[in-house]
């Protein structure tokens, strides 16, 4: 099992979601409002202004079977570029275990 975290754009959410959509065996994700900044944000302005200068992005979490990662990242990355600086980022981190509370049911089954 696999955990995918995804940072976007917020204008690519839509054709990141309907996309994702299309794939058979994907139980869901979660979309988050997030703010933050990466290398490119190198700017002259005093450290006091660089302390609320974050980028607005989106977070995406997945988890998903081993057999589904390559289709999930590859249409991420396919839907949400735009070929500009900061189109976001993608982790793929191994997933020890899932507990779904509702029934107990634990490893594959409660994703």
């Known amino acids: 099992m696999k955990h995918i975290i995804a940072y976007?754009?917020?204008h690519k959410l839509s054709e990141v979601t309907l996309a994702l959509h299309k794939i058979e065996g994907?139980?869901?994700m979660t979309v988050l409002e997030v703010k933050g900044f990466g290398r490119g944000r190198k700017t002259?302005?005093?450290l006091e202004e660089q302390l609320y200068d974050f980028v607005p992005h989106l977070k995406i979490e997945i988890f998903?079977?081993?057999?589904?990662?390559?289709?999930?990242?590859?249409?991420?990355?396919n839907a949400a570029h735009t070929g500009l600086r900061g189109d976001g980022?993608?982790?793929?981190?191994?997933?020890?275990?899932?507990?779904r509370i509702s029934s107990g049911e634990r490893g594959e089954t409660a994703v």
């Open 26 to 28: 994907l139980t869901g």
């Open 89 to 99: 980022k993608i982790y793929i981190c191994d997933l020890q275990d899932a507990v």
């Open 64 to 77: 998903c079977l081993d057999e589904l990662v390559k289709e999930i990242v590859s249409t991420i990355e």
């Open 44 to 46: 002259e302005a005093s």
């Open 8 to 10: 976007i754009k917020p």
